[in-house]
């Protein structure tokens, strides 16, 4: 597919297996569950195992299910490869176990998904460097980088505050200096926006989220966007050098993450998310025309203390916001005034469900202190412009009216 003619988006997501030849004429890549592929002749095998020929060795390190799914994956991302992980946070903890060592040092947004805030703890207590900034401004950035930083790791748009990272200018700078430039793309998604774009190295998606779509199955993928020139990468091992630059990064990946740490993705959760993938676009266009029209009905509503949204001209990256993405997102995040309680509030929601989890199909609200923000304390959520009262909302497909309907409710009458 492409050769003759650039599709669109969905069309490339509905016939890019097919296309290719699927099974039988299957229109769905089958669940392959099998662990093992066997060879004909042995020396086949052999030279499958020395990267000689394509073929499928373990299921821990891809079968035909889950390669349907990267090659999916890697088309909405326009990339020169794709892994799946069994999670986002495998995808995310790859970077740290193929890519990083003792003495590494790495810039990191502050605002971030609070597991990925944790992984980031953890290198620290084993030898690699991290510092936080404030990455809606590139000079925050340029000003933590030492020589020995491997690796700026930024979220398009933050969960749960909505700030969104100076994208194209940390893109140049970290260009200029060679500086593996990783976008967790998971907010915003490849229909939205694509990170390489922005010279983006890798590419994080949690499938869990809004690509799967539906809350029923766990993924995660790191993209090779092509951008990032691996010769300037000084861990790579000679082992994996042997192909093209263009491929040591994945191939170091897919041995030392995702080989010897086994976050493998489950072949029927690979078939979940490409079912999910193929209405990505559809339901993006519901959910961010929700997510606004929410967001500017509780921008107007004197009970609530603030709304963070980058579709409101309130925002302060809405430039950068209207600029980069097709739309500004499913998830919003708001405050009430003092001396309303944000647990009766949204006790008195009935359709918008409290549940951790982005990018349902169905309206999720969460307290962010109270729960996926608990474990860190008060003074760091202040650091990171945690509000003790923020709610945060990934916003579904309902209907319009009826979701409007459900927060008036749920605030006594607008
Ligand atoms: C959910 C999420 C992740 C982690 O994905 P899981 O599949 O839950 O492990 C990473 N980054 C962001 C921005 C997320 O929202």
């Given amino acids: 597919m492409g050769d003759k003619k650039n599709y669109g988006f969905t069309t490339t997501i509905l016939h890019g297996d097919r296309q290719k030849g699927i099974e039988h004429g299957s229109l769905h890549k089958p669940i392959h569950t099998s662990v093992a592929f066997g060879y004909a002749d042995v020396r086949q095998l052999a030279s499958v195992f020395q990267g000689k020929e394509p073929g499928f060795r373990y299921g821990r390190q891809g079968n035909p299910t889950i390669s349907a799914l990267e090659e999916k994956v890697n088309k909405m991302e326009q990339g020169v490869g794709t892994i799946c992980f069994a999670t986002g946070m495998g995808a995310i903890g790859a970077v740290v176990q193929a890519l990083l060592r003792t003495g590494d040092h790495v810039v990191s947004s502050s605002f971030l998904f609070g597991n990925t805030n944790s992984l980031w703890q953890t290198a620290m207590s084993q030898g690699i460097s991290v510092s936080f900034v404030d990455a809606t401004e590139v000079a925050n950035v340029e ?33 200029a200096r060679g500086i593996l430039y990783v976008v967790d793309n998971t907010m915003t998604t490849p229909y939205l926006f694509q990170p ?11 499938l869990t989220k809004s690509i799967g779509g539906h809350g029923n199955a766990l993924g995660g993928s790191l993209t090779d966007t092509g951008a990032y020139d691996w010769t300037r990468f000084p861990n790579i091992y000679e082992n994996y050098k042997k192909a093209a630059p263009l491929q040591w990064g994945l191939a170091q990946i897919r041995a030392k993450a995702l080989r010897d740490f086994g976050s493998s993705l489950a072949p029927d ?6 079912v999910g993938a193929e209405t990505l676009a559809l339901r993006m266009q519901r959910t961010t025309t929700n997510a606004l029209a929410l967001a500017e009905m509780l921008e107007k509503d004197e009970r609530v203390a603030a709304v963070y949204y980058p579709g409101l001209k309130s925002h302060p990256q809405h430039g950068i916001s209207a600029e980069l993405f097709r739309a500004h997102g499913s998830l919003l995040s708001f405050e009430l005034k ?9 006790n008195r929601l009935k359709l918008a469900i409290p549940a951790s989890n982005l990018g349902d199909n169905r309206t ?8 996926i923000f608990y474990e860190m304390g008060a003074e760091r959520r202040a650091s990171m ?15 319009t009216d009826d979701l409007l309907d459900d927060f008036c409710t749920a605030l006594e009458g607008c």
């Fill in 364 to 371: 999720l609200i969460i307290p962010v202190a109270h729960t």
């Fill in 143 to 175: 000003a933590a980088i030492t020589e020995n930083t491997r690796v700026v790791f930024v979220e398009t748009i933050a969960n749960p505050r909505t700030q969104v990272a100076d994208l194209k200018r940390i893109g140049e700078l970290c260009k």
């Fill in 338 to 346: 003092d001396g309303l309680d944000c647990f009766d509030f949204l």
């Fill in 196 to 206: 390489k774009s922005v010279h983006a190295g890798l590419v994080v998606n949690a």
């Fill in 385 to 399: 412009g945690i509000a003790e009262s923020l709610i945060r909302v990934s916003v579904g497909i309902e209907d």
């Fill in 269 to 274: 959760a690979a078939h979940h998310i490409a």
